[in-house]
């Protein structure tokens, strides 16, 4: 039998403008998502969100430690993708010296978090696969992977569950697009 994966709180909002600081490592793509690189980053931690603490008076709205997975230098030969530990701060605050930014403009965003799975269905770095799953049924947004997703640092429910969260990047669907949704699904 195979187990469903139920994304909750799921919605669309507007998002942004941010500044994302934290400590990036890059890693390539090709063939397989770099699961150890990625998890490493996560290891100084605490280490990041020290010197982010140290600027709080530019922390913004959220104040969620996340990872943010960025494509700033992805090409064909390289296929390098940016993993960023840190957190969304106000636009333009000041980036402590041993840190790395990435600036994110307004725009929306599906939020949405997904329990972990006992058959390991589930974990941190592919809950965007299901949140975008979602955004291409509202029929009126498509995922903007490519822009960036992010993946918030995973939390307990109240029966010990890991609950993994998830902030992607969308754009609304052209009316073509629509009308070419409602055709295939129609």
């Known amino acids: 039998m195979e ?24 890693a390539g793509n090709k063939g397989w998502w770099p699961v150890e690189i990625l998890d490493a980053r996560w290891t100084k931690k605490d280490q990041i969100f ?40 106000k636009a333009g605050a000041p980036v ?22 006992p058959d390991g269905k589930v974990h941190m ?14 029929g009126e947004y498509k995922s903007a992977s490519w822009m960036f997703w992010a993946e918030l640092e995973p939390v307990k429910d109240e029966n010990g569950v890991t609950v993994f969260g998830c ?6 669907l052209t009316e073509d697009e629509k009308a070419k949704k409602g055709t295939n699904n129609g």
């Open 50 to 89: 020290k010197i982010i603490d140290d600027i709080k008076e530019y922390a913004s709205d959220d104040v969620t430690n996340a990872a943010l997975a960025t494509w700033d230098k992805y090409d064909d030969k390289d296929q390098l993708v940016r993993y960023t530990v840190g957190r969304f701060m």
């Open 167 to 172: 902030y992607l990047a969308c754009v609304p």
């Open 96 to 117: 402590p010296d041993e840190m790395d930014y990435y600036d994110i403009p307004e725009l929306h965003i599906a939020k949405g978090w997904v329990k972990e799975l």
């Open 3 to 26: 187990s469903k994966v139920e994304v909750e709180n799921f919605e669309i909002v507007k998002f942004g403008p941010y500044r994302f600081i934290g400590k990036s490592v890059y």
């Open 125 to 138: 770095h592919n809950s965007n696969d299901f949140i975008g799953d979602e955004v291409d049924r509202t």
